[in-house]
């Protein structure tokens, strides 16, 4: 199974979601992330996202932040989206109704947190990327719960 997390610039929590997920998965699973944008593209997350996930043993320095793309819809089986306003940028780029059924909300696999977002750290401090490390984490769990069944 591929696994594109997706978030505005790719430099917070798409990349924290990724290395999360690749911490938890086997190499039979791929994982990657992306952005809407490519204001970032190229560049490595925020230092706040390295910082906090190598406090939870896991690098995520090496990421590059990069673009979604049509490719992706073809690529990935399941494409996680981390608030709102990316859901509709990510479902309007699809073409198909089976590429827009492969779209959801990153925190609709918790089931009691429909349409809720994962807030953007950005703007915060360490606090609100811890925050979002433990929300992206218990996500994940139950992601890889769905995807396991």
Same mark, same amino acid.
């Given at each position: 199974?591929? %696994?594109?997390?997706?978030?505005?610039? =790719? #430099?917070?929590? &798409?990349?924290?979601?990724?290395?999360?997920?690749?911490? +938890?998965?086997?190499?039979?699973?791929?994982?990657?992330?992306?952005?809407?944008?490519?204001?970032?593209?190229?560049?490595?997350?925020?230092?706040?996202? %390295?910082?906090?996930?190598?406090?939870? =043993? #896991?690098?995520? &320095?090496?990421?590059?932040?990069?673009?979604?793309?049509? +490719?992706?819809?073809?690529?990935?089986?399941?494409?996680?989206?981390?608030?709102?306003?990316?859901?509709?940028?990510?479902?309007?780029?699809?073409?198909?109704?089976?590429?827009?059924?492969?779209?959801?909300?990153?925190?609709?696999?918790?089931?009691?947190?429909?349409?809720?977002?994962?807030?953007?750290?950005?703007?915060?401090?360490?606090?609100?990327?811890?925050?979002?490390?433990?929300?992206?984490?218990?996500?994940?769990?139950?992601?890889?719960?769905?995807?396991?069944?």
């Amino acid at each position: 199974m591929n %696994i594109l997390m997706v978030c505005l610039g =790719n #430099i917070c929590r &798409s990349p924290l979601a990724e290395g999360i997920m690749k911490a +938890k998965l086997s190499g039979s699973f791929m994982v990657d992330s992306a952005g809407t944008i490519s204001m970032h593209e190229g560049e490595h997350p925020d230092k706040r996202a %390295i910082k906090t996930a190598a406090n939870h =043993n #896991i690098d995520i &320095s090496r990421q590059k932040s990069r673009p979604i793309t049509r +490719k992706d819809f073809e690529t990935f089986d399941k494409i996680y989206c981390m608030d709102i306003d990316v859901l509709e940028d990510v479902v309007s780029k699809t073409k198909n109704e089976e590429e827009r059924q492969k779209v959801s909300l990153f925190l609709e696999a918790l089931g009691d947190h429909k349409n809720a977002e994962v807030p953007d750290p950005y703007w915060g401090d360490m606090k609100d990327f811890e925050m979002v490390f433990q929300l992206l984490n218990k996500g994940c769990d139950a992601i890889i719960n769905q995807i396991s069944e």
